[in-house]
């Protein structure tokens, strides 16, 4: 129903309830009422457009929700992935630290080895120089 149906309605329940209460005119007092009533209540178009207004903001908060959604279940697929990746690069630094750790005591066993071959290539040396020198 329109606005001013419902207005038109009020003023005549308040008529019959008023003139079968009392002996005064009743008139005055609803035309009051009716003028109050009317003053009250918005014109067709204005209750159209904020109709039309609040529907628009309603199919706009509904695809905000819908595009809400979306992005919530993007972010936790992101995140399931983020979590795995952060779980392989730790397993990686752990083997790398692994690498590392094998590599500092194979550098050393090199530079052992390294210096024991020199210590022996030494020795031959001195030994070949020995020969080589004329007896007195």
Known sequence: MRPR?????????????VSA?????????LEAERAALLDKTRPKAEFWNEVERKGGFAKEKAAVEKEIAATG???TAVKAE????????EQSRSVNAQAA????????????????????????????????????
Do not use: F, H, M, W
């Open 5 to 17: 149906a419902y207005a038109c309605i009020a003023l005549a329940l308040s008529a019959a309830s």
């Open 101 to 136: 750790t094998l590599l500092s005591s194979r550098r050393a066993e090199r530079d052992r080895l390294e210096r024991e071959v020199n210590e022996r290539a030494a020795t031959l040396e001195r030994y070949a120089a020995r020969r080589e020198v004329p007896p007195s």
């Open 21 to 29: 209460g009392c002996g005064e005119d009743p008139v005055p007092k």
């Open 82 to 89: 983020q979590d795995a990746l952060a779980a392989a690069l």
């Open 73 to 75: 279940a993007q972010t």
